[in-house]
């Protein structure tokens, strides 16, 4: 079963509306998450640290007004793209550090795929 | 230069043959490697870590060269479920604990 859930799996909406994807580590607590985007036929670029309790990190070239990220507990952190326009349109994906067998492991959600009409 | 650079095929591979492929990274501090698997729209699951001495997992080996920088993958006896793309993944390094994925090397399994 899913170590990490995201949702939604996918989502459409009107330009200028924003959009909320959350993030949940399952049977563990995450005080690190980390959120990245994908391009069609691209890589995995990573966006953002989430940190529980305190402001995300952002990597350069990433709007933190647009991508609104909030991770008020141990096992959640929420995405906002707000304003959405269709160059927004993408694959979001999170990721969580767990402890599996093999030590520690990143754990990534399923996704959401967001179309901006 | 790309932090993590891989071919990105697609290697067209018939079911049953070996198929190998690099993965260069520009770091030389980096610490962890990964091999990831990801499906046409799906998320990455790990495939396998790549340790200094070289690991195997069933049909697939990953190698790591220090020296060169580059990590393989080599998968033998493909099965046509073998079809997807391989994500090379460093940690450390450059961008600190973050993983720093390469663009990927799409697979072919044909019957």
């Known amino acids: 079963g899913a170590v990490v859930s995201q949702h939604p799996s996918w989502v459409i909406c009107k330009s200028g509306t924003s959009v909320k994807i959350e993030c949940r580590s399952l049977?563990?607590?995450?005080?690190?998450m980390f959120w990245y985007r994908q391009f069609p036929k691209q890589s995995l670029m990573l966006m953002a640290t989430s940190n529980e309790g305190s402001k995300a990190t952002y990597e350069q070239g990433v709007e933190k007004d647009k991508f609104l990220i909030n991770h008020a507990s141990l096992t959640l952190s929420t995405l906002t793209v707000t304003s959405a326009h269709p160059e927004d349109s993408s694959f979001y994906i999170c990721?969580?550090?767990?402890?599996?067998?093999?030590?520690?492991?990143?754990?990534f959600g399923e996704g959401s795929w967001l179309t901006v009409v | 230069r790309k932090e993590v650079e891989q071919d990105p095929g697609p290697f067209n591979v018939p079911e049953g043959a070996t198929v190998a492929f690099n993965c260069t990274y520009s770091n030389s501090a980096s610490q962890s490697f990964f091999w990831y698997r990801q499906d046409c729209r799906k998320e990455p699951k790990l495939l396998m870590s790549v340790y200094s001495s070289g690991n195997e997992d069933g049909r697939f080996t990953a190698q790591l060269n220090r020296a060169s920088q580059y990590i393989s993958l080599l998968i033998r006896d493909s099965k046509l479920s073998d079809s997807a793309t391989y994500l090379c993944?460093?940690?450390?390094?450059?961008?600190?604990?973050?993983?720093?994925f390469g663009g990927g090397t799409r697979v072919l399994v044909k019957p």
């Open positions: 049977d563990f607590q995450a005080t690190t």
């Open positions: 993944v460093v940690n450390g390094g450059a961008a600190g604990n973050k993983l720093t």
């Open positions: 990721s969580a550090e767990g402890l599996s067998r093999s030590g520690n492991t990143i754990y």
